[in-house]
């Protein structure tokens, strides 16, 4: 009796035990206040593969920044000409109209070139294209005829005398799809996104405000418009032309970048200048 009693004992310790077991395994009814009980859920990785889900999406895609265009950078703002020097350059004077016959001397044609340059240029049938700084009118001329009766031409300059000349060709030419425009230096020549093409031929080193003309000009320029300068190159020294009448490659560089342009072609087929094309 007395082992038969030990066994009977055992037994119901073991009962309880499991009963033990039994309720730590299955939750009991959540109380009134307490939170209601939540299954397991599988870990997130796991459960990715089993679903076959791809790849997460970087953040920058859902909030839209993938997809916005770069922002360009700032226009820089440089500092204007002071006491006659700009950017390491002194400035040049503007030849006077007094000197207008230099402009249309025999054989400029054979050094100038000009319908290459127009060809560098990309001047083209129907455009409109500005001659910034025209003079009495050599390349006008020149400008007014590629461009035909479907282009026209703004011949800007900022001497009254030598518009009047300009106008004098003009009438003999008979050229009547091109426009004279007196510049002033502090104001606009040209309206906006008016132009496909500015040409500056041996006028940009004697501009009196380089930085602000420049800053008009960009705003004058049509989608995809451009502006060209021709320059008398200052490393040649075979080139006899006044020092302040020329520039060097690493000057145009500069000046360029220090009003938000960049070039878009050099070209060094003319006997003493160079082509350089600009794009803001």
């Known amino acids: 009796m007395k082992r038969a009693g030990a066994s009977l004992a055992l037994a119901l310790v073991a009962s309880a035990a499991c009963a033990a077991c039994s309720r730590s395994a299955v939750p009991s009814a959540p109380q009134a206040d307490a939170a209601p009980w939540i299954p397991p859920v599988a870990p997130r990785a796991e459960a990715d593969a089993e679903a076959g889900s791809p ?14 265009p770069p922002t360009p950078p700032p226009t820089p703002t440089p500092t204007p000409p002071s006491n006659g020097v700009y950017l390491g350059r002194k400035l040049a004077r503007p030849m006077s109209h007094l000197g207008a016959a230099w402009l249309d001397r025999a054989g400029r044609d054979a050094v100038q070139r000009p319908e290459h340059v127009l060809d560098v240029a990309g001047a083209r049938a129907g455009a409109r ?42 009438t003999r030419e008979r050229l009547l ?57 200052a490393e040649d020294p075979n080139v006899s032309i006044k020092p302040d009448h020329k520039m060097s490659l690493v000057q145009i560089r500069r000046e360029a970048a220090a009003v938000g342009y960049r070039i878009t072609q050099v070209d060094e087929s003319l006997p003493q200048q160079r082509i350089v094309v600009l794009a803001p």
């Open 55 to 68: 790849e997460p999406i970087p953040p920058a895609a859902l909030s839209g920044d993938a997809c916005a």
């Open 177 to 233: 799809n091109v426009t004279p425009v007196l510049a002033n230096p502090s104001e606009p020549s040209l309206p906006a996104a008016s132009v496909d093409l500015v040409l500056m031929v041996d006028v940009y080193h004697e501009l009196e405000r380089p930085d602000l003309t420049m800053a008009q000009l960009r705003a004058a320029l049509a989608p995809g418009g451009r502006v060209v300068w021709v320059e008398y190159r």
């Open 129 to 170: 294209v500005c001659d910034f700084g025209a003079g009495s009118g050599y390349f006008t001329v020149h400008l007014a005829r590629r461009v035909g009766p479907t282009g026209r031409v703004f011949a800007v300059d900022v001497q009254p005398e030598m518009l009047a000349l300009l106008e004098q060709k003009l």
